[in-house]
């Protein structure tokens, strides 16, 4: 990150399916594509730059195609916390999971990648959101 930089504007990619896969750093989501590559380009992938909701909420907003999120933040507390915080702040109508990585996160996933076995991949804490997106400005 780039001090003064707006955090509404983060790393991403934009597909043009109807999932997102949000990630707290850009390393983070490479080391997710290297790991699954089968048609990465269909879909959306965003960096946080952290674990705040700024760049979320923003690309939600731009991009009202998207109809389910994956939080794949960190298996950290912080990563935990950061879902929990997010989860509640998504638009109605959007289904959200959660994918935690084996290791700390991704980039260690795929640094390791030779130990782990793909069908141990954790999803948890799908729900659908009911509650209207809000933006402030």
């Not at 399916?17 to 850009?26: K, N």
């Not at 760049?55 to 950290?76: E, G, H, M, Q, W």
């Not at 109605?92 to 990648?113: A, Y």
């Amino acid at each position: 990150d780039v001090k003064g930089s707006d955090k509404a504007f983060n790393f991403c990619w934009r597909g043009e399916g109807e999932r997102l896969f949000v990630f707290e750093a850009p390393l983070d989501l490479l080391s997710f594509l290297c790991l699954f590559k089968k048609e990465w380009q269909k879909q959306s992938y965003l960096a946080l730059g952290g674990v705040g909701e700024k760049a979320l909420l923003r690309f939600l907003s731009d991009r009202p195609n998207i109809k389910t999120v994956y939080l794949c933040l960190d298996s950290d507390q912080a990563g935990s916390d950061a879902c929990s915080r997010l989860v509640e702040l998504m638009p109605e109508g959007l289904t959200v999971h959660r994918l935690i990585p084996l290791f700390k996160d991704w980039s260690e996933v795929q640094t390791r990648r030779g130990a782990v076995s793909y069908t141990h991949l954790r999803a948890h804490e799908s729900r659908r959101r009911k509650k209207p997106l809000r933006l402030s400005a």
